[in-house]
């Protein structure tokens, strides 16, 4: 089984692949923090508590259902901090579901979606970049605690505007 971000994705790389392998995408993200107080506790070492969506439970429930008499896992998601993000959100989850048993997990990445660089990103499978996904970690703790504390305000003095966030709180510390 191969996970990809995008449906359109997985039907090219599906074709370069053939029928030995199962693309599924994620369609991005399948975990966000939920947007009530407490996701982030800084208190205990920044745990975060993580919430699925119903659309992201089914594509998921989807990978576990095919892992089934799949040989392994394979994480093809972008090479970027989200996509090693969205990576570490599937592998998660599967592993809460009890999905993966003793099946392989590989990580692979490529910057183009031609034949070529997909067979030779198969050939080079790697683990998930921790260091990456402690990075994807700390913005998004970030966003969330200065982003839940500033919205609120930047709702009342701004009506329409939609949240406030690291980059925003700084700019507008600065005017």
Known sequence: VVVVESPAKAKTINKYLGQGYKVLASFGHVRDLPPKDGSVRP?????????VDSASSKRLS???????????????????????????????????????KDKPVRRVVFNAITRQSVLDAMANPRDIDVPLVDAYLARRALDYLVGFTLSPVLWRKLPGARSAGRVQSVALRLV
Do not use: Y
Not at 78 to 98: F, M, N, T
């Open 62 to 100: 989807d990978i576990a259902n095919a892992l089934k008499s799949a040989d392994g896992l394979i994480l093809a998601t972008d090479p970027d901090r989200e996509g090693e993000a969205i990576s570490w959100h599937v592998l998660e989850v599967l592993r809460q579901k009890k999905a993966l």
């Open 43 to 51: 208190d205990e070492d920044f745990a975060m508590s993580w919430a």
